[in-house]
């Protein structure tokens, strides 16, 4: 055989084998969080909570209390108390109000006759000489309307400090922009109150008198009774320093965002009602002229509120 055949029979051909990858060390290899993130991102609830993402430990994560999480946030005094405190402190800013009350009452008592002598010649339309006497009907009116009359002076000078310990109860819950508004509210309060009491005693009271005395003229001799006369002044005088806060009420409620004056005009007529009613419920007198008048003067204030915030460009 010649040397040609033998190689021919002895050699193989060779055979290409797939090439190997190599690994780049400069490459990262994929890992199973990551494909798990890709695969689930990461969402949150309507109360911020992070789901699908945990911490080392296996437990999910929370966000802090204190952050802002979804535009809601907390005033920056705000902090969780037990109901009892709560209640403690309610109790406490309310003796102070009481001991304010009871401090301008017993001062009103020194004064309370020649109180009651001025008021009485100067709420009817009639001259010095005109004006009926009174009369009284059982032993302890006269001081009993003596201690009325000086508890209006007490609720008087309580007033601002009642707003303001009401203001120091809510401190903590409210932002600063908040704490302002109320802050500008008590002096305003307690001008409206002075302005409610002028309005009733130059105004209301001697036209009801009036009235009174033109509804019974002819048909019999009027007999004021000292004590259900001044339960009528007194009543009419204290509304309607509450009455004239009508404003401010309105004011702080847009001013914080709890309405606007557009829903306040969509709803006018049952403010209308709820003011009728409450006229009727607390200045009832047997001719019905005392709550009309009341509530015209909170319808007006009411609409007039509206109009002054609808002229400013306030919706």
């Known amino acids: 055989m010649s040397d040609e055949s033998a190689d021919g029979g002895d050699a193989e051909d060779p055979v290409d084998e797939p090439e190997q990858p190599t690994e780049s060390p400069d490459e990262p290899l994929p890992t199973d969080e990551t494909d798990t993130d890709a695969e689930h991102p990461v969402e949150t609830d309507g109360e911020g909570v992070v789901g699908e993402h945990h911490d080392h430990s296996g437990e999910p994560e929370y966000p802090d209390p204190d952050d802002d999480v979804g535009g809601i946030s907390t005033p920056p005094d705000d902090e969780e108390m037990p109901l009892a405190d709560h209640i403690e402190e309610m109790v406490l800013r309310l003796a102070v109000v009481l001991l304010v009350g009871a401090a301008g009452t017993a001062i ?18 009639y001259t010095v000489d005109e004006v009926p006497p009174p009369h009284i009907y059982h032993p302890l009116e006269l001081w009993l309307t003596r201690i009325k009359l000086s508890a209006l002076l007490g609720i008087m000078v309580a007033l601002p400090m009642f707003v303001y310990q009401c203001y120091l109860f809510m401190r903590p819950g409210l932002y600063p922009h908040e704490r302002k508004y109320y802050l500008a509210a008590v002096p305003t309060s307690v001008v409206l109150a002075g302005i409610g009491m002028l309005f009733s005693y130059l105004l209301v009271l001697p036209v009801l008198f009036q009235y009174f005395t033109f509804y019974a003229e ?34 702080l409620a847009i001013m914080m965002g709890v309405t606007t004056r557009r829903w306040l005009a969509e709803k006018r007529l ?7 009613g409450l006229s009727f419920m607390f200045t009832m007198d047997p001719t019905m002229m005392a709550p009309i008048l009341v509530a015209i003067t909170m319808i007006l204030l009411f609409e ?12």
Not at 114 to 124: G, H, M, R
Not at 230 to 248: E, N, S, W
Not at 270 to 276: G, K, L, S
């Open 108 to 125: 009103g008592l020194l004064w309370a006759s020649q109180a009651i002598e001025y008021i009485w010649l100067n709420v009817f339309p």
């Open 218 to 251: 002819g048909s019999a001799n009027i007999a004021y009774a000292l004590g259900e006369t001044f339960d009528l002044i007194i009543t009419l005088i204290g509304f309607l320093a509450i009455v004239f806060q009508i404003p401010l009420f309105i004011m």
């Open 270 to 276: 049952y403010f209308w009602a709820a003011f009728a």
């Open 304 to 315: 007039g509120t509206l109009l002054v915030l609808k002229w400013v460009g306030r919706e």
